[in-house]
């Protein structure tokens, strides 16, 4: 009795071990289950993001602090509207600029969610010539008057702009600074590059390639924003401290070329001009101290400059005619008013034809200083800022030395994250650092430096 029981059990055993076999077969033979094709399309989405993100990751990790690289938390109302203003359209840095803001509000989008009509908008605005500051203050006026609920802006002048913050602070329109910005206390932040550092390791970096002696000179981009006036001084410093033997012999502005076509018209009639003499006229832009030369903002002036007491003397007493500034005829003025930037800046260098080193403070001044140095048949070192592709072809071909490439992309992301965190009333840190790294002929092929061109 017994085994038929045994006989039973067993023969139930291996029914329901082939039962549990087929069933496993017919399981691996029909179509896969559609959550497993889901999970799928999860994972391949995922990867899609991933591989799309990595085309600016590299741009946001250099960002500082860390909170300023991302979207997250940044929980915006449906439909907000944001402003940034730049200095310039059409150039490729401020374009960089444009698409780094532009993709920090496509990435909070798609975090919240946001599409069509609920969508956080950007609108991007600049002067159409580099630095236009009338432009630039017209501009201001008319996003205000649009209302928008954060407002970026990289500040062309320094002195330009205090009255409309004061309006935007009366409409609770929180101001951020981005790129260059100024001393008004109701910024919220201020998001740009570490120009003084950067300033600092160029004037090094041009001291050992002139072997540190002999003249050098500075093409500054404006006298009037805080990013050109920084990295404009902090050069200075770093070369009148630490390089003695390095001769600053001229300071270009590139924003102030009427002043100097008069300075080139006056020196062709073997006058010397200055501005104190134009002012007796009521002609002068500027107060300021008789100049032979470029001088700084300020009106001190450097190189082969004669300094003039109040009374018209030299420093040592004597009476100096020929160096006193005069003010130009109206032959004269007219025949300043022809002469080109080219003309000006040829005759600056002709004035010194053992300079060593050239030192440019932005993109546009670079391409200035490589082509004067070609028009003068010039070989000598150069150090300057930003990094687009005309210039690294410049870069590449030896006319340039070594460029700091800023993050321009990373710049107008963290000022829109900035912006929104100010919007939500979140608090900002005052500096938010962008980021710098150098560029030069070594490291140009190098592919961490090739995610971050632009």
């Known amino acids: 009795m017994m085994k038929r029981i045994h006989s039973i059990i067993a023969a139930a055993l291996c029914t329901s071990m082939c039962v ?52 997250m938390g940044l929980e915006l109302e449906e439909g907000t509207a944001l402003s940034v203003i730049g200095k310039a359209d059409g150039v490729p840095y401020w374009e960089e600029v444009k698409r780094g803001a532009e993709q920090a509000v496509e990435d909070i989008n798609e975090n919240l969610g946001y599409e069509g009509r609920d969508r956080v908008k950007v609108t991007y605005s600049a002067p159409g010539t580099p630095d236009n500051v009338d432009e630039q203050v017209n501009i201001l006026d008319e996003e205000l008057a649009r209302y928008p609920a954060a407002l970026g802006i990289a500040i062309a002048d320094v002195n330009a702009c205090e009255v409309q913050f004061d309006l935007a602070a009366e409409s609770d329109i929180p101001v951020v600074a981005f790129d260059s910005g100024s001393a008004y206390q109701g910024l919220m932040a201020m998001v740009s590059t570490d120009n003084q550092l950067s300033a600092k390791e160029a004037a090094v970096r ?50 102030q070329l009427p002043k100097m076509q008069k300075m080139v018209a006056a020196e062709r009639n073997g006058k010397t001009y200055g501005e104190d003499a134009e002012a007796e006229d009521g002609k002068a832009e500027d107060s300021g101290a008789g100049q032979n030369g470029a001088g700084d903002a300020d009106g001190d002036t450097e190189g082969n400059q004669t300094s003039l007491d109040g009374d018209g003397s030299t420093q040592d007493g ?10 130009l005829t109206e032959e004269e003025q007219a025949a300043a008013e022809a002469i080109t930037e080219e003309e000006v800046i040829d005759h600056i260098l002709a004035r010194h034809p053992e300079v060593k080193g050239f030192y440019a403070t932005n993109g546009e001044a670079v391409k200035v200083t490589v082509n004067a140095m070609e028009r003068n048949e010039i070989d000598a070192a150069v150090v300057g800022f930003d990094a687009d592709q005309e210039e690294i072809e410049a870069l590449s071909e030896g006319k340039v030395d070594a460029l700091v490439m800023q993050n321009p992309f990373g710049m107008g992301y963290a000022t829109i994250i900035a912006a929104a965190r100010a919007a939500l009333s979140m608090g900002n840190e005052a500096v938010v650092d962008t980021g710098y790294t150098w560029l030069t002929r070594d490291n140009l092929e190098d592919e961490t430096i090739q995610k971050l061109m632009y």
Do not use: W
């Not at 990013?227 to 590139?254: C, D, G, L, Q, W």
């Open 206 to 255: 041009l001291a050992e390639l002139v072997d540190d002696s002999g003249e050098i000179i500075l093409f500054i981009h404006d006298s009037k924003s805080e990013s050109a006036m920084n990295r404009e001084n902090a050069f200075k410093e770093e070369i009148e401290t630490n390089h003695p033997e390095i001769s600053i012999a001229e300071v270009y502005y590139m924003d």
């Open 318 to 327: 004597t009476e100096s005619a020929e160096d006193t500034p005069q003010a």
């Open 20 to 71: 549990c076999a087929c069933s496993s077969q017919d399981s691996v033979e029909r179509p896969e289950d559609p959550v497993v094709s889901e999970t799928e399309d999860v994972k391949k989405e995922t990867k899609k993001e991933a591989k799309e993100e990595k085309k600016y990751q590299k741009k946001l990790e250099m960002i500082h602090p860390s909170a300023y690289d991302n979207v």
